[in-house]
């Protein structure tokens, strides 16, 4: 499995100048700068990996986030390292990827996947106004399903203390997708082996109230409008 084609595994002629962080060097066609495109991925998930660097050592946390203009929201306790360390403003690279098909080729070299990923780089800082960080809450909670924010309690004064929220300022971004079929080699196409995409997308079960508090709640439309939207995709 491999990310293009075998003749792009070759070493490059020297570079005129030294490349970008966030310049996408292997099969560039399938790179994108623009933050329309950035945006559009960030905003189809909530889950990040959040990579930075403290005394020398990586970590490469998973989280939940959500995107605020050209920033991204970050939340957790005020005890965690990565909060702290970031809210310090030492520079971060955030990770986003969807899958959205297995490619089954011919040969196992060109077995792929197709994807929209974005891996974003910037410095935080933590929000200490009490009403930015509710607001910040809100979008976390819509992030993950929209019209939920209304619908539940909002944090009070200690929640909020015990929170800390850091706004990461996107100073560099890049988007990678693939959205095609099966590249195989000329050679291989006449091989009695199936070949083709195959879908993938997020899908949800049946929701399951809270069997310990019941409080005759029904579904809300907001997630049913979730799980419809998850069923007509599937
Ligand atoms: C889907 C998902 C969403 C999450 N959302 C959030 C969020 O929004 N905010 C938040 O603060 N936390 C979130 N977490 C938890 C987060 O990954 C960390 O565990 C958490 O921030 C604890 O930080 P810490 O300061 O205790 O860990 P650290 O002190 O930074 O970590 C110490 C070590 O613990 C291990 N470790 C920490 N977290 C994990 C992990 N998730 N899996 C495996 N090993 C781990 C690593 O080896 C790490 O080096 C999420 C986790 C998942 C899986």
């Not at 049946?206 to 409080?215: F, G, K, L, Q, V």
Request: aromatic residues 6%.
């Amino acid at each position: 499995m491999h990310d293009g084609n075998a003749s792009s595994n070759k070493p490059k002629a020297a570079r005129r100048r030294p490349a970008q962080r966030h310049e996408v060097q292997r099969v560039r066609e399938r790179a994108s700068y623009d933050r329309t495109t950035v945006h559009a991925i960030l905003d189809a998930a909530f889950l990040a990996h959040v990579g930075f660097v403290v005394e020398g050592q990586p970590f490469v946390i998973p989280m939940l986030y959500a995107r605020d203009g050209d920033t991204l929201l970050l939340h957790g306790s005020v005890a965690s390292r990565l909060q702290q360390a970031l809210a310090g403003g030492i520079e971060c690279c955030v990770s986003v990827t969807h899958v959205d098909g297995l490619v089954l080729a011919r040969s196992h070299f060109h077995h792929s996947v197709n994807y929209r990923s974005a891996v974003v780089f910037g410095r935080a800082h933590a929000l200490t106004d009490h009403a930015a960080k509710a607001a910040a809450l809100d979008r976390f909670v819509e992030a993950m399903l929209p019209g939920r924010a209304a619908d539940a309690r909002a944090p009070d004064a200690q929640e909020l203390a015990a929170t800390s929220v850091l706004v990461m300022e996107i100073a560099d971004a890049s988007a990678k997708v693939r959205a095609h079929g099966v590249k195989d080699h000329p050679d291989d196409l006449t091989l009695p082996v199936w070949a083709g995409v195959v879908p993938m997308h997020t899908t949800f079960g049946a929701p399951i109230a809270d069997p310990d508090h019941p409080n005759g709640a029904g579904v809300p439309a907001y997630l049913e409008s979730l799980l419809a939207a998850a069923a007509a995709r599937s």
